[in-house]
C-alpha cells in the first residue's frame, strides 16, 4: 500500500515562491512515479507535473519554465518547487502515486494525499 502525504502549502503573494512536498511511504508494483495535480473551487483536477523514478518529467503547460518537480529517493520525498505565482495557481495540490514513460500519458493509481492549500494572493 502506498501512502503519499503533501506538505508545504499556505499563503504567498503573487510573484513569489513556494515549494510543496509529498512524502510517500509504502510501495506497490503498479506504481514508478508521483504526480501533482491541483483542484481550484468550480474546477476540474488538472494533473500540473510528473516525475518517474528514472527522473523523468512533464509538465503542464501552464505551469512549464515557473514550477520544477524533484525528488529525494533516500527520503522518499517529491518536491514541486513553484515560482512567480500567480493568483490563478490558487489551488488544493494533491500528489497520487502512478505510473509515468516518458512520451506516454500519467496514469494515476488510487493512492492520495489529504491535499495541500495554496492561496496565491494579488
Known amino acids: 500500500q502506498v501512502q503519499p502525504v503533501e506538505s508545504g502549502g499556505g499563503l504567498v503573494q503573487a510573484g513569489g515562491p513556494l515549494t510543496l512536498s509529498c512524502a510517500k511511504s509504502?510501495?506497490?508494483?503498479?506504481?514508478?512515479?508521483i504526480g501533482w495535480y491541483r483542484q481550484a473551487p468550480g474546477k476540474q483536477r488538472e494533473l500540473v507535473a510528473v516525475?518517474?523514478?528514472?527522473?523523468?518529467?512533464n509538465y503542464a503547460d501552464s505551469v512549464k519554465g515557473r514550477f520544477t518537480i524533484s525528488r529525494d529517493n533516500v527520503k522518499n520525498t517529491v518536491y514541486l518547487q513553484m515560482n512567480s505565482l500567480k493568483p490563478e495557481d490558487t489551488a488544493v495540490y494533491y500528489c497520487n502515486a502512478g505510473t509515468y514513460v516518458s512520451g506516454m500519458p500519467y496514469r494515476s493509481r488510487d493512492y492520495w494525499g489529504q491535499g495541500t492549500q495554496v492561496t496565491v494572493s494579488s
Open positions: 509504502g510501495s506497490a508494483s503498479s506504481t514508478n512515479a
Open positions: 516525475i518517474n523514478s528514472g527522473g523523468n518529467t
